[in-house]
């Protein structure tokens, strides 16, 4: 188990809406000896000390993972980084690739080579539903970062630094998220989908955090984390949001998919299964089974789709979790 009270952490993306998140539960619960909130926009730091993160442990550091010296700056004599900065608007990554690749790829590697270049312990990076199989950019560059990553692994050899990945669905009332659009159309009596097939897969911004918290803790190099998380059809989302609203059916829009998939049937074949996760084993030879010999294989053919879930969202849940129940 991880001492937090003597961890120096940096978080890339740090005041997004997860990155908030993640520092209030560890300015509450963890209490680390230093947090560094790595991000480019200093209006967006100087919003999240207004708002009450003027911790002493806080640092507010200004620097683009696109900038890998400024990185290496940043993570001296840190422990531990998450990764959360990334382009992940499906269009704007349609739209403009090339920033979408400097960022969510390049970014990754500037990641990685500045934890190796000074002996950061352990990283996590987030990912997404949208990396597997992907048929966007946005998807494509997040599988990319995945790979990057969990083979970093392989460049650290015998030294300190582990890596690792969570991966998990859309995230209720992040920017970003069709939750607050909803909240916001209903005012007018008319929201919009863009398919009335569509399903997702749905966690909380605390259940994200957790899990990062916990691979940190538990990972020993190379795994992927995925949660058991619930499903919901777009329609009874709008429903539980917006009852009553007319609905608009819009179309789908580049690069959407009717339904997410968490683990692809050929990635389950490397799966382990928990109470309340999933592991995706590396497939290379310097993986090691220390940790997980209580996980069990999963039977074949096996498929994680928001559309074949075996777990699904009620209109109560949903509320509650929005903070409407």
Known sequence: MIDWKNQAILITGG?????????????????PQKLIIFSRDELKQHEMRLAGFDHPSLRYF???????????RAVNGVDIVIHAAA??????CEYNPIEAVMTNVIG??????AALDKGVKKVVALSTDKAVNPINLYGA????????????????????TRFGCVRYGNV????????PLFLRQRENGKITITDRRMTRFWI??????????????QMQGGEVFVPKIPSMRITDLAEAVAPGCEIETIGIRPGEKLHEVLISRDESRQVLKLKDMFIIQPTHPWWKLTNWNHGKHLEDGFEFASDKNDRWLTTEELREMIGEG
């Open 15 to 31: 005041t997004g809406s997860f990155g908030k998140k993640f520092t209030e539960i560890m300015l509450r619960d963890y209490h």
């Open 62 to 72: 200004i620097g683009d993972v696109r900038d890998v010296d400024r990185l290496r």
């Open 87 to 92: 382009l992940k608007q499906v269009p704007a």
């Open 108 to 113: 990754a590697r500037n990641v990685i080579d």
């Open 141 to 160: 560059t997040k599988l990319v970062a995945e790979k990057l990553f969990v083979q970093a692994n392989a460049y650290s050899g015998e030294g300190p």
């Open 172 to 179: 209720v009332g992040s920017r970003g998220s069709v939750i």
């Open 204 to 217: 909380t911004l605390e259940q994200g955090v957790r899990l990062v918290i916990r691979a940190v803790e």
